[in-house]
């Protein structure tokens, strides 16, 4: 069976329709961390409904909350269970529309007064042709004409509202069903929708059309003749609007246990993974990135001072600073991360990691970094977070990149906790007030995270591999002598006297 291919915008829109702004993953963490590509893999073999509900709870807060975690737990260890459930939400992956905007947005209109008109308009028709054929009366072909023209021309006022209500009460009928045969299960995980899977089946009949209308034939007749296509529209869309309390509550129910479905069916299928303890500190040991087959475990931790990450180049700092961030993510949102142990704050997660230019409004590299280390500074004037940061500030010359770098970072150290990786060493020394410094290595082929600063870059060497002329990195050597020489570590400043010298200048 192949799954109906939504786009992102609309798996976002039950979260951005019901959670509004209430979101803890802005835009662009979203896409540096990589959670397109993430939630795609989460969401096989799950319908848009259960797409969404993922969705949701990797931008909220507090996640799918403790209820969530016990039930996948438990579908993680019964095979059968996940088999049963699996069956039971089979037919709702064929839905290709998604209706939250529809439950969840503004109400549907009432039945108009002249609805009831509709029922008469065909028998009028049928009445004078018959009064024709039996009179020859001219006039009532006349008459009868005009009411084929007048039902034609309903029919192709509301041809197009028909088709897509069709699209949205066929989604809207199979969650009805999959409440239904979820609820006919005997087991905790499915509880919430046994109580009245009953009302959900009646429900579900009473938004059909008649058994007459499915025959061969019959429904074309009856929808151009008789508008059968146009009074269902408008009867079943009433049925809808009288009963959206309870369709709603059928939608976040039947979405929740599809996204525990789909959580507990992807654990299973990964290499390892723990729940993770909740405590002030972050502790993933032996964590890996769940998108990277043959990913390298490594260990980290971090207290409540943040750490400045140094490594050569492609050593893989960035996978890093992604490999955690990731795992704060799911560890906030499902309670799980891909590590053999973990103790992660419930914190929001913000980054920056891909500035680019933007052509299109004119804004330069170092303009998209500068807006990005704004829109941190404001997160963190927000709420308490995790600040997720590589390489910030490289569209400008050293001495302003390392400047503007410190001050940015010193500032949102002391609103919550930041994880950044840089090349620029003398960071460490500026921020050593705040930030504690490790160095990424390879040892023995494994992946190694240790205190300390990278003391043997390898940015030079790598010309020499490239099949730079060896004249090119001498020369390269030896400015690169000199610079360290002239730029000697800033020893005695820190961010702590930087803003000590600003009280100072304000009082003065």
Not at 328 to 338: D, E, K, P, Q
């Given at each position: 069976m192949t799954d109906y291919p939504f786009v992102a915008s609309d798996v976002a829109l039950y979260h951005r329709t019901v959670s509004g702004t209430d979101s803890v993953v802005d835009s662009h963490t979203w896409n540096d961390l990589l959670l397109p590509e993430y939630s795609a893999r989460l969401a096989r073999e799950t319908s848009i409904l259960g797409q969404q509900a993922l969705h949701s709870r990797l931008h909220l807060a507090r996640g799918g909350g403790e209820a969530s975690v016990v039930r996948v737990r438990a579908l993680a260890a019964?095979?059968?269970?996940?088999?049963?459930?699996?069956?039971?939400?089979?037919?709702?992956?064929d839905a290709d529309r998604e209706i939250s905007e529809t439950l969840f947005g503004a109400v549907l209109p009432s039945l108009s007064r002249w609805l009831p008109v509709l029922r008469w308009l065909p028998l009028m028709f049928v009445a004078s042709i018959g009064a024709a054929l039996l009179t020859g009366w001219m006039p009532l072909w006349?008459?009868?004409?005009?009411?084929?023209?007048?039902?034609?021309?309903?029919?192709?006022?509301?041809?197009?509202?028909?088709?897509?209500?069709?699209?949205i009460l066929k989604t809207t009928q199979l969650m009805l069903r999959a409440h239904t045969l979820f609820g006919q299960i005997d087991a905790p995980a499915a509880e919430p929708l046994r109580e009245d899977a009953a009302q959900a089946a009646k429900l579900n009949r009473r938004m059909s059309r008649s058994l007459l209308s499915n025959m061969p034939g019959a429904r074309e007749y009856g929808d151009w003749f008789f508008l059968q296509n146009v009074r269902h529209f408008f009867q079943s869309r009433e049925v809808v609007r009288e009963s959206v309390s309870f369709l709603r509550s059928s939608f976040e129910r039947v979405a929740a246990l599809e996204a525990d479905l789909a959580l507990a069916r992807h654990l299973v299928s990964v290499d390892a993974y723990c729940w993770a303890e909740q405590g002030e500190e972050v502790a993933l040991d032996q964590v890996v990135h769940p998108l990277l087959d043959d990913a390298a475990a490594l260990t980290f931790g971090m207290a409540r001072q943040g750490v400045f990450i140094s490594g050569q180049n492609g050593i893989g700092k960035s996978t890093l600073l992604r490999t955690v961030g990731l795992n704060?993510?799911?560890?906030?949102?499902?309670?799980?991360?891909?590590a053999a142990r973990a103790v992660t704050p419930l914190l929001p997660v913000y980054s920056s990691m891909q500035n680019e230019d933007a052509m299109a409004s004119?804004?330069?590299f170092y303009m998209a970094e500068l807006r990005r280390g704004q829109?941190?500074?404001?997160?963190a004037a927000l709420r308490p977070a995790i600040f997720v940061i590589d390489e910030i500030f490289r569209g400008t010359n050293y001495l302003e990149s390392v400047s503007a770098a410190g001050a940015v970072l010193h500032e949102l150290s002391q609103r919550g906790r930041v994880m950044v990786a840089s090349h620029h060493l003398v960071l460490a020394s500026l921020l050593s007030d705040c930030l504690q410094p490790w160095c990424v290595s390879r040892?023995?082929?494994?992946?190694?995270?240790?205190?300390?600063?990278?003391?043997?870059?390898?940015?030079?060497?790598?010309?020499?591999?490239?099949?730079f002329d060896s004249a090119v990195t001498q020369k390269a050597n030896r400015i690169h002598a000199w610079l360290s020489n002239y730029m000697a570590g800033p020893a005695g400043f820190s961010g702590e006297q930087l803003d000590q010298q600003n009280d100072l200048q304000r009082q003065g």
């Open positions: 019964d095979a059968g269970l996940r088999t049963q459930l699996q069956a039971a939400s089979k037919d709702l992956r006349g008459v009868a004409v005009v009411l084929a023209l007048l039902l034609c021309g309903i029919q192709a006022r509301y041809y197009e509202a028909v088709q897509e209500w069709g699209r704060l993510i799911t560890a906030r949102a499902f309670g799980f991360c891909y004119g804004e330069s829109e941190l500074l404001a997160l040892v023995d082929g494994r992946w190694r995270l240790a205190p300390g600063l990278l003391v043997a870059t390898n940015g030079i060497a790598l010309l020499t591999e490239r099949g």
